[in-house]
């Protein structure tokens, strides 16, 4: 496939089969991912793979523990919580990038922002294997509990995690900003 069609026709899979997913394709494409990203040293970043029954599981329960601890979360149905926890721990595999925090904030943002760029590569390589993925930066995974049970260090930010599956079906494209509209031809001054 070419790469701008590749581009186009990537979509975030939010609903994925039982397929098993092959760790060994994992680690191959995201070495291929981070080849295209050589300004990043290979102490500013790494990933933590959940890819068994019982570690997606724990995962899941770290995912969801702040949610189910909170006052609403008391108000949400024990029911309606397993549905959640089951819809990720029956996604086969997940990838947790973490970033390391630099020295100051040029370097933190550098080191971030370059795992960004490895995290898109990948998804687009993922896709032209016929791998799916959502990229989740959700608020409610987002605390301590969730941080320890990944084993987050001192010196690292989260950047993400991937949920990785096969899928039956391609969801439609969601409507998209032209870059036109975010585009100003510079003349001296900002207006
Ligand atoms: C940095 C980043 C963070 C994202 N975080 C979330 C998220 O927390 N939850 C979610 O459902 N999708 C998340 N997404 C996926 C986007 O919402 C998704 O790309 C968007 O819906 C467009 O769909 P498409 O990827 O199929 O084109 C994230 C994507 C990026 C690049």
New binding site residues.
């Given amino acids: 496939m070419k790469l701008a069609e590749l581009i186009k026709e990537?979509?975030?899979i939010?609903k994925c089969n039982s397929r098993p997913v092959e760790q060994e394709l994992v680690v191959e494409l995201l070495s291929s991912a981070a080849r295209l990203q050589p300004s990043i040293d290979t102490g500013s970043w790494r990933v933590v793979y959940a890819g068994t029954p019982e570690a997606n599981k724990r995962l899941a329960d770290y995912m969801l523990a702040q949610m189910s601890q909170s006052k609403l979360g008391k108000l949400i149905p024990g029911k309606l919580l397993d549905v959640f926890k089951k819809r990720f721990t029956d996604i086969p595999a997940h990838v947790i990038v973490m970033s390391s925090v630099g020295s100051d904030r040029l370097t933190n943002d550098r080191n971030y922002s370059a795992v960004?760029g490895i995290m898109?590569s990948f998804q687009l390589l993922g896709w032209e294997r016929g791998l799916g993925m959502?990229?989740?930066?959700?608020s409610m995974i987002q605390h301590e509990g969730f941080f320890q049970g990944i084993g987050l260090h001192e010196d690292e930010r989260f950047v993400?995690i991937l949920h990785l599956g096969y899928f039956d079906k391609t969801?439609r494209?969601?409507k998209r900003t032209p870059a036109e509209q975010k585009w100003t031809v510079y003349q001296g001054q900002v207006n």
């Avoid at 959502?134 to 959700?138: A, G, K, N, P, V």
């Fill in positions: 990537r979509r975030s939010r960004c898109q959502l990229w989740d930066t959700e993400g969801p494209s969601r």
